[in-house]
Every structure is written in C-alpha cells, then in structure tokens.
C-alpha cells in the first residue's frame, strides 16, 4: 500500500483493519514522509520500486498486489513496470497513467505544483490544510490525513525527486489487472483522465465511487474496501 503525497501509511488506516485477515500487508512511508523523514537520508522515490523489490526479497515473498494512492499510484505503476513478474494486480486511487492518457493531467499538475511551492514558502500551516482540503471530501477523510501530514516539512520535496523517470510511454496495453478507482468530487481532469485510460486498457475496471474525493480510499472506506476486495478476488479466480 503506497500512500499519496506529503500523507504517510495511517492513510490506510481502514484498509489495515479489513484486509489484514486475508493478506499480508505492507505499508511503508515513502522517502521525506511520515517515519521516514531524515536530514541525513540520501534515497528519493527513484530508488523506491527498487526498495520495494529489495523488500519482498527480503520477505520471501514472490509477487503482490500494489495499492497506490495518487503519487502512490504512479510508484506502483513505476514497480511494475521494472518487475513485472512480482506483480499480481495494480489498483490506482485518484491516480493517473504513466504510460499513455497522462499529458493534459501532467500539466496540470505542474500547475498544481507551484500553488504549492507559494503556500509552503510561506506557511506550512496554510500549505497542510490546503492539501487536506483538496485531498479530500469528507471531515472524516480529512482528519486521517492531517494526523500524517504533520510530519511533512520543507526539506521533504527533496526526497521526492526523480519520478520524472517513471514516465515511460506505451501502446500495448498493460500485462497486469488493473482497477481504476476515482472520487466523484475528484477534479474533472482526473474523471476524464481515467475515463480515457479505462477506454484505452480494455482488461481494465473503472469504479467511482459517490461521497468520495480525490484519497477515496478514507473519504468512503466502507465502499471502497469492497470495491477492492471484489477486484482483488477476481484476479484470484483468473
């Protein structure tokens, strides 16, 4: 389980406590976030589907199914791209293709990203409840992520460079299972950027899920734990 952006592995915090009887779950907090803050750290997210792969190896574990929310999802998909064999399935929540359907949303996000740069040279403060509020729909969604954006800081954008090299364009479809799950309140560039990937990837499932935002994962729980679980069951069975 991949977490998004400036968020850390409590994001998840519902999905520990349905999933954990069935699965064996790994969660860790990305390079800058949660735990993982540290001055002296020299790892950024370029090496991380390299960590991952060091971890299943380290856990005797042969291949898994990649949960990412957001940043977490093109992580995933950066994973499975170096390691197709250790793939099982991939589900991508608010999240967007690194391989094809992802220009218009890429500029957006560059976009985004300078807002960003404006709130926290500024107020941390103020960049924290920004991020919160765009993140998610519900007060209970936005409470779980602001518990693991506390230990977000300046010095943390270091750590997250490097994913310019995830971005590999593709035609041929994906060779793994591949569910697309959106928030209905999500911005409108990401509903159309996954409508038009779900178009593109035929074996693909594309849910969207109502009362969500962007972290649908937190926003509806209930639903999206289903949601989940049914896809993951399917893969099972094929």
């Not at 349905?18 to 370029?46: A, N, R």
């Not at 499932?205 to 962007?214: F, I, K, M, S």
Request: include cysteine; glycine fraction near 6%; charged fraction near 20%.
């Amino acid at each position: 389980m991949l977490h998004p952006a400036f968020a850390d592995h409590t994001i998840f915090q519902q999905q520990m406590d349905h999933f954990k009887h069935s699965y064996q779950i790994i969660l860790v907090d990305l390079p800058g976030h949660g735990s993982c803050y540290s001055h002296s750290s020299t790892i950024t997210m370029k090496e991380i589907p390299d960590v991952l792969d060091q971890i299943l190896s380290d856990n005797n574990i042969a291949a898994c199914h990649l949960l990412g929310v957001s940043m977490g999802s093109l992580i995933a998909q950066a994973f499975a791209e170096r390691y197709p064999d250790r793939v099982k399935s991939v589900s991508i929540v608010g999240g967007y293709s690194i391989h094809k359907a992802n220009e218009r949303i890429m500029k957006a996000q560059r976009r985004e990203g300078l807002k960003w740069m404006l709130y926290f040279l500024f107020s941390m403060k103020k960049f924290r409840a920004y991020i919160t509020t765009v993140s998610c729909h519900t007060d209970s969604g936005r409470a779980l992520l602001a518990q693991g954006i506390q230990h977000f800081r300046r010095k943390s954008f270091s750590a997250m460079s490097g994913m310019n090299t995830f971005f590999i364009k593709k035609d041929t479809p994906m060779p793994y299972p591949l569910l697309i799950v959106l928030g209905e309140h999500d911005l409108k560039i990401i509903l159309e950027g996954a409508n038009e990937l779900h178009a593109l990837e035929k074996q693909s499932q594309l849910v969207v899920l109502p009362g969500a935002g962007h972290c649908a994962n937190v926003d509806t729980p209930d639903a999206f734990n289903h949601t989940l679980e049914y896809f993951l069951s399917s893969c099972a069975i094929k």
